[in-house]
């Protein structure tokens, strides 16, 4: 396997963990605040969504235009970027977030798949904002894999505190 197939792989993996965990969560509950937690999915998702974005699309291609006008880019950066979870309630759809979140996702795995192994050690895209990690597109990608685990793990644990368990689909 080469990195980029293993990167676009684990970028599948992790992508497919998100998917699972929303799935399991009902949409009533997407914008349930737990206190000892202060998230709600809601935010976790339109976070993922700018995230997903930033990581590899913007920082591996640059701005994706074509892409912008099927989802409210603007918006989701002013309610799931520097503001607080409870700011998000009420505000967005979501089954148009999934949506979104599942545009953005077909977009990063098309974009990996078609790097080349130089492409990997390539800098970054530029953009306003300089990445906080990476410095080549592989450390980007990189990111995005360990950024949206990290991410899996509170959606868990939301899930959790929300009255449910993640089984993972273990047979006991």
């Known amino acids: 396997m080469s990195t980029v197939e293993i990167i676009k792989t684990q970028t599948e993996d992790a992508y497919n963990w998100v998917n699972k965990l929303v799935e399991s969560i009902p949409h009533e509950q997407w914008d349930e605040t737990p206190d000892i937690i202060d998230t709600n999915v809601t935010w976790q998702i339109g976070h993922l969504i700018l995230s997903f ?31 607080q979870p409870s700011e998000c309630i009420g505000k967005t759809d979501a089954v148009a977030l ?49 950024h949206t685990m990290w991410h899996c793990g509170q959606l868990g644990l939301l899930k959790k505190v929300l009255g449910q368990r993640y089984d993972f689909g273990l047979k006991v």
């Open 98 to 146: 999934v949506e979104h979140l599942r545009l953005i996702q077909n977009r990063s795995i098309e974009i990996i798949a078609n790097l080349s192994e130089d492409d990997l050690n390539a800098q970054l895209e530029p953009t306003k904002v300089p990445h906080p990690i990476a410095k080549n597109k592989f450390q980007a990608l990189d990111w995005n894999v360990k």
């Open 53 to 83: 974005n930033y990581h590899s699309l913007m920082s591996i291609r640059g701005p994706q235009l074509d892409l912008y006008q099927q989802l409210p880019i603007q918006e989701y950066f002013k309610l799931f970027v520097n503001t």
